[in-house]
């Protein structure tokens, strides 16, 4: 897995790529997030367009992710999500448990409306 993070305005966003599987990315993406939070950062936005699998285990670092920004008063929210990871949201029923969006604009824009 690959990333880029860079700010908007008073968002953070991590431009994801790659794949996020058990040893390859899960913890990554988890330590990204959590770098995030321990810089004060309180609307963090998850780019996933450029992920090309995301297994079980990359599915329980995001939830963990999410776990720990809520604990923190931080919102986490998805954006650029590829039709097989948007299926999988579905099916694990996480779609009800983060809020995602199809562009990082829109994304970004939901913290300002």
Known sequence: MSFKAYDRGKVS????????????????MREL????????KKQIVVDLGGVSFIDSSG????????TTARRNHVSIKLANLTKKIDDLMEITRLASVFD?????DE????FNG
């Open 33 to 40: 997030i959590k770098a995030q939070i321990d810089a004060g």
């Open 13 to 28: 966003v991590l431009e994801l790529s790659g794949r996020i599987t058990l040893g390859s990315g899960d913890v990554k």
């Open 107 to 110: 994304a970004v824009e939901s």
């Open 59 to 66: 599915l329980g670092e995001l939830v963990a992710a999410y």
């Open 100 to 104: 995602t969006y199809g562009s990082v």
